[in-house]
């Protein structure tokens, strides 16, 4: 059973973020997938504390104490597959979903811990929603920013719509939504292997060598670029002389 996680990081229940969400977890449900959503602004999350800043170490479930963010990061955890659907607040998202998204790395640091990120090989999507502008940023900045945690992020992984009446009125932000809820229930069940990706050993095993590789490759195109650039000015000035004194 693929368990999807729907995350509603908008303080109204009822809105359009809400809204396109309920439709993804609708079809994902269709394609067979076990659906949970989550209401964001019923946690209280506090901003992270930078532990990581001051101990690298230190940054490692179940993150500070004294919040509600563990509740939420647990659901992270023991997703397949996460669905965010965010409103747009001046380009970017909003304060509170930021500060879930920085305390996520309690699980992206565990590289540093266990040799392998908690979040790594699961499965995200996207959708935004704006008023005026930005959804796409937005979406932009998900993406990487969850790509680096260590998900996977399948083709046509986002939905969003710039407006302020119902987005259920209309067609393509409905279908992109739904198909949120299609592509990444198909994705987590091709990718629910236990496949390590992220290797930090990959350094201590062959970084010297693929550096020495690397600058050895460096050199040799530096070389045929001056050739090639030499070739070009002796031809120019071959041919024209008298605009080269």
């Not at 279908?175 to 949120?180: E, G, P, R």
Request: a neutral charge.
């Amino acid at each position: 059973m693929i368990k999807v996680l729907g995350v509603n990081a908008s303080p109204r229940k009822y809105g359009n973020t809400a809204k396109l969400l309920y439709v993804s977890l609708f079809a994902a449900e269709k394609y067979g997938a076990q659906t949970e959503i989550i209401h964001l602004y019923d946690y209280k999350i506090e901003p992270c504390q930078a532990c990581l800043a001051d101990e690298q170490l230190a940054c490692r479930p179940p993150c500070i104490k004294g919040d509600e963010a563990w509740e939420v990061l647990k659901k992270f955890r023991d997703s397949d597959a996460v669905i965010i659907s965010t409103p747009v607040y001046w380009y970017g998202v909003p304060g509170h979903l930021k500060n879930l998204i920085d305390k996520l790395t309690v699980f992206e640091n565990m590289i540093f811990i266990d040799g392998r990120s908690w979040l790594e090989g699961k499965l995200a999507a996207f959708i935004a929603l704006a008023a005026e502008a930005g959804a796409i940023e937005t979406i932009s900045y998900l993406m990487l920013v969850f790509n680096s945690y260590g998900y996977h992020i399948p083709p046509w992984a986002l939905a969003y719509y710039h407006g302020t009446d119902d987005v259920l009125s209309h067609k393509e932000p409905v279908m992109d939504a739904l198909n949120i809820g299609k592509i990444i229930v198909q994705a987590a069940k091709m990718l629910k292997v236990e496949e390590k990706w992220y290797d930090p050993s990959l350094y201590d095993e062959v970084g010297k060598k693929s550096i020495e590789y690397a600058l050895k490759k460096a050199k040799e195109n530096e070389i045929d670029a001056e050739k090639r650039r030499q070739m070009f000015i002796n031809k120019m000035l071959s041919e024209n002389p008298n605009n080269y004194r």
